[in-house]
């Protein structure tokens, strides 16, 4: 695992617990398998279709919401994250509804532990991209993992509204849109008892032209692109309406034809 990933597995790790009393303080956890549009939207239900029957991985899983709300539609769902903790959480609650999902401690950069074209969906999203050093490889890995004509779902929150600086009443440009990085930043006062400095974590800022060269390089086609919402999020401190919200991406592996598509 390389230095930028590491430290941020750790971070992970030592936060997850103050991270997931929110997830458990809202309680979809215990309701997305039975309704799913808490954790999909309706463009990716529409481009997902119906999962029943097939193998799902879910790559960068956090609070495994999306996991979960898979494997209640009938989906075989394998579901990979960076971090133990966060894992074992989610492990937890799969077991207390009765979800039978299969959970992966690995770097998304390294997919090892699955085998090549044994998936026919790989989702990833949820802010995942962000803790990533290397996006191609990242996407090089879905791909591989992926079965011909298999999709490739990426939601991420849109890079354009990384850029601005936070805590004030207008919007101000604080970083370029092409400066990706690595950003530091302490992650301490999320873990108690940690003294301040000693957790860094480090964020990588892509452009929509990354996450959409990073997908065709992967093997995949690109079937759309969209940009979705514009509201702005309780935890962000700018005032952000009106800008896209989610980038949304869909990909087709290459090398065979789609299930009921002409040759």
């Known amino acids: 695992m ?42 990716e239900r529409r481009y997902l279709g119906d999962v029943a029957g097939r193998d799902v991985a879910v790559l960068g899983s ?52 699955l085998a090549t074209a044994t998936f026919d969906v790989v989702y990833t999203g949820g802010h995942v991209a962000v803790w990533v050093s ?57 873990a108690p008892g940690l003294a301040p400095g000693t957790l860094p974590s480090y964020n990588f800022h892509w452009t929509v032209s990354d996450y959409v060269t990073a997908l065709l390089q992967a093997g995949c086609e690109l079937l759309a692109l969209e940009e979705i919402g514009e509201a702005r999020q309780s935890w962000e401190e700018a005032p952000l309406e009106g800008l896209p919200e989610c980038l949304l991406l869909v990909g087709r592996k290459r090398g065979a034809t789609a299930p009921g598509e002409a040759g």
């Open 62 to 113: 956090g609070d495994n919401l999306v996991a979960f709300a898979l494997a209640g539609l009938g989906a075989r769902v394998t579901s990979v994250d960076l971090s133990a903790m966060q894992l074992q959480i989610a492990a937890e609650r799969a077991r207390a509804l009765g979800l039978s999902i299969r959970f992966v401690h690995a770097d998304v950069t390294a997919l090892g532990a």
């Open 134 to 190: 290397d996006l191609k490889r990242y996407y090089a890995e879905a791909g591989r993992i992926l079965r011909p004509a298999g999709l490739l779902l990426v939601n991420e929150y849109h890079p354009f509204r990384r850029i601005w600086k936070q805590g004030v009443h207008r919007l101000e440009r604080e970083l370029s849109y092409y400066d990706r990085g690595p950003h530091q930043y302490d992650r301490a006062d999320q």
């Open 2 to 43: 390389n230095l930028f990933h590491e430290a941020n597995r750790r971070g992970w790790d030592a936060v997850s617990p103050h991270w997931q009393a929110g997830i458990e303080a809202q309680g979809h956890w215990r309701r997305c398998h039975r309704e799913p549009e808490l954790a999909l939207l309706p463009e």
